[in-house]
């Protein structure tokens, strides 16, 4: 049997690699938690098995409104997204609005969520712009209102600023899944049988697409429900969110609140599966209604208002959360500004000039560690699927399921544990420890965007340079990578983004002795000045920003000479 | 085109013998047969779409995709090349797209092909200059694969496969894409060199004027059954 070509059986799978890579620390991670939740972490004295721990979790106060809020949040984030997502998708998918839409709504991806959160903080605030642009003419104010907006207790402004961010990513990752789908024929075939569009695409083709991007939707539902940052921005206070809470005890000072940490930490874990579960309910409920749906023949003929509706909801992520950016940019150069004046009376360098030079260490911090995270998973992934061949990247193997490994737990419940072994293990925190924080979550996104390129690329030309008798890895540098360069670049903001977007880990494993954008801008939402917040968010917002335009310049001027390369 | 297949081919010519091959799917049997095909002749498979020719050639060139169970055995001359890797099997292959690499000119292209042995910039820029000429596309050395028309992409790539210094040659309805004109003209071109080269060529077709041009053997298959 000739089977020269096929890579020689690798001793290690490629999958299993990866499965290694991310699999590993994120076990390890948990197992980190765990122990400690039993009181056992001999480096604080803890030699005893105990359940006082979560007896102490358990006494605090308000702890089950914590947990209640958050996990309602991110059911509710979750529900409403992929509604918003799906019907937009079933109403649009091969029409000319949706190629707009799209074009709107992708830039979104690469805001980090805390620039995202504070523009949406900005505009909705009882002193944002919003209610500056109504008042005091509609309103009467002439002085804010006592509003509880953001921060209100029943967590909808932070609802409302995970959706901003979860729908972008959903749909992208629907987008995705789109060209395996026969739309085209199912639209034809449902509309000479009568269907509304929406009806139509519900019946044939959402379950497909559905369990494409099942995965993801879990993402985000453990996102959602396990959320920090953009938490502390937008979620309740007082009692703030049980993920927001464990982050504060997870960096106190007093040493011991890492037991009272660490159990609440496995209590997060536990309120992700109760979300899951909850979650596989609406998944039933939602197939069942379908089944009724198809089978009682209804038409649903009228759905232009729906449509409508989705189509204006994707809109308005967008518009939110760039009109957003723009008044947290106004902010930054304002001077005095008094309510209820819709515009500064006066602008000034002034914030920009003061707050830069103090910024300077905290993005130098960030732009290395992003530069770094990002090339390490871009050399990672390259290497990957190189090793396991267009093939295995296609495939569902267990191996390519792992990428979603540690976006499928909550990032408090096995970071934390991480920063613990750190710790015992008797390392300091340092760059290194944090950069491998940082790889474990750049390395799926910048897997996922490549894998599907690498896929696509006509095998044919590597068979015609495997003919000149080149080798596999001069195939590689010569053929492939060349002509997948716009890929890997795009791939690597991608990476760059995600690292620049990091609270949590940094958070945590740099145990506050790196300080980067990330952390600094969410550590001024608490009474912050903000003048202050506008120049970091947007800082923040500007970096991923950079990285896309990098990437989509320099194939234009490396390839100047070369049509078939630019485009 | 003689000078660049005397300063490229590595012994005389020798011939291709396909020794009882058969390819199967699944426990199917997609095809089977035996041949040998003489230094510049050119063996005709015809057959309709899915009956396996591409497979054929992918076996014979070695990227046979591991789904499929194939026996038999290449040779090259009295050399057994089944078991060769595909990148040491020295064989030459055009498409029904030129399939030049879009990120270097067409010189650069030539250049990636002409085999290691050839030493020097210069001498090998010459080889790559007297190529294009040879195809008159003398001058377009610099030039953007992208700019040129279908008609000189096709050339490029011949001549790219040409200054490779192949052992053998497998072509995959090489003409398929091009319009008629043009088609017969590219046919011509291919064959006689390959001819001139002194290469044995299988051809994949399901044009009978391409078996016609091609002026050898032709060997029929049938849709997914044993010939």
Known sequence: ?567 | MQEIAEANSSAGAKSLTLSNVEIRLGGRALLALSATVMPGEILTVMGPSGSGKSTLLAYVGGFLDPAFDASGRVLIGDEDITELASNRRHVGILFQDPLLLPHLSVGGNLLFAIPQRVKGHKARRELAEAALEEVELAGFFDRDPETLSGGQKARVALQRVLVSAPRFLLLDEPFSKLDAALRQQTRELVFSKAKAAGLPTILVTHDSADAKGAGGPVIEIAAGEEV
Not at chain 1, 362 to 370: E, F, K, R, S, W
């Open chain 1, 1 to 567: 049997m000739a089977r020269p070509t096929s890579p020689r059986r690798p001793i290690f799978n490629a999958n299993r690699l990866l499965a290694l890579i991310l699999g590993l620390p994120v076990l390890a991670g948990v197992a980190g938690t765990l122990l400690p939740a039993f009181g056992y972490l001999p480096a604080l004295g803890g030699f005893r098995f105990t359940l006082d721990h979560f007896a102490e979790l358990a006494g605090l106060p308000h702890i089950l409104r914590s947990t209640l809020t958050g996990l309602a949040a991110g059911l509710v984030t979750t529900s409403i997204a992929v509604t918003i997502v799906g019907i937009f998708m079933a109403g649009f998918a091969g029409s000319p609005i949706f190629s707009r839409v799209q074009h709107m709504v992708s830039p979104l991806l690469a805001v980090p969520h805390a620039a995202a959160a504070f523009a949406l903080a900005f505009l909705i605030a009882p002193s944002g712009f919003v209610l500056r642009l109504v008042s005091p003419e509609m309103t009467g104010f002439s002085r804010p209102p006592q509003w509880l907006v953001p921060n209100d207790p029943l967590g909808l402004s932070l609802i409302a600023g995970l959706i901003t961010k979860e729908v972008p990513f959903l749909f992208l990752v629907a987008l995705a899944a789109c060209p395996q789908l026969p739309l085209r024929q199912s639209r034809q075939l449902t509309a000479a049988l009568g269907y509304g569009r929406l009806s139509g695409f519900l019946i044939s083709l959402w379950p497909a697409l559905y369990r494409q991007i099942r995965l993801a939707v879990f993402a985000v539902l453990v996102y959602s429900v396990s959320v920090v940052d953009v938490a502390i921005v937008l979620g309740p206070q007082l009692p703030t969110t049980l993920p927001v809470r464990i982050a504060r005890w997870a960096s106190d000072p007093e040493l011991l609140a890492r037991f009272l940490a660490s159990a609440a930490a496995l209590l997060q874990l536990a309120v992700v599966v109760a979300a899951m579960a909850t979650w596989i309910l609406i998944e039933r409920l939602g197939k069942l209604l379908l089944t009724r749906l198809t089978s009682s023949g209804r038409r649903f003929r009228s759905d232009g208002a729906v449509r409508l509706a989705s189509a204006l909801a994707m809109a308005a992520c967008a518009i939110l959360v760039f009109l957003g950016l723009a008044i947290l940019g106004l902010w930054s150069v304002a001077g005095f500004w008094p309510f209820p004046d819709a515009l500064p009376a006066s602008v000034t360098p002034r914030t920009w000039l003061r707050t830069l030079p103090l910024l300077g260490a905290a993005l130098g911090t960030t732009i290395t560690l992003a530069l770094f995270a990002a090339s390490l998973a871009l050399l990672t992934a390259i290497l990957l699927l190189h090793r396991n061949g267009a093939k295995g990247s296609a495939g569902n193997g267990i191996g390519y399921k792992s990428l979603y490994l540690p976006l499928l737990l909550p990032e408090i419940s096995f970071v934390f544990g991480l920063q613990i072994l750190i710790a015992a293990a008797g390392f300091k925190p340092a760059f290194a420890s944090v950069l491998a924080a940082h790889y474990l979550f750049v390395l799926p996104y910048v897997l996922l965007s490549l894998a599907a390129p690498w896929r696509e690329l006509d095998p044919r030309f590597e068979r015609i340079a495997a003919g000149f008798g080149k080798s596999s890895l001069r195939i590689l540098l010569t053929v492939r990578l060349p002509m997948l360069f716009r890929a890997c670049l795009t791939a690597f903001a991608v990476g760059f983004s995600v690292s620049i977007s990091l609270y949590l880990p940094t958070l945590l494993i740099g145990a506050g002795r790196l300080t980067t954008i990330a952390t600094e801008t969410v550590a001024l939402s608490s009474g912050g000045d903000r003048r202050v917040i506008g120049v970091y968010a947007l800082v923040q917002a500007f970096l991923p920003f950079l990285a896309f335009l990098v990437a989509s310049l320099a194939p234009q001027l490396l390839f100047r000479n070369r049509r078939a390369m630019r485009t």
